[in-house]
């Protein structure tokens, strides 16, 4: 039996309303920040929760954006605005 996280059901829930809310004709979606050097794209992982993930593919009618973000210096530096989302 897998353990799911506290977190990871309020997520799910959380991605449920916005899909909730987007069928329903409403604009909804989720702007995920990578914070991670050399990152490439944003892809949930699987292995955590399949249900995130299956989610996240199978929502048409959010708007799902990544972007990539890096501190140094004391300064927090916009790397990429469009960062490729993989579901």
Do not use: W
């Amino acid at each position: 039996m897998q353990c799911i996280r506290i977190a990871h059901l309020r997520e799910r829930k959380h991605i449920r309303t916005l899909i909730e809310l987007a069928e329903s004709g409403n604009k909804a979606g989720i702007v995920f920040v990578a914070g991670v050097p050399g990152v490439r794209a944003f892809k949930p992982n699987r292995d955590a929760d399949a249900v995130i993930a299956d989610l996240l593919s199978e929502a048409s009618n959010l708007v799902l954006k990544a972007i990539q973000l890096s501190y140094r210096k004391g300064y927090v530096f916009l790397e990429n605005p469009d960062l490729p989302v993989e579901v």
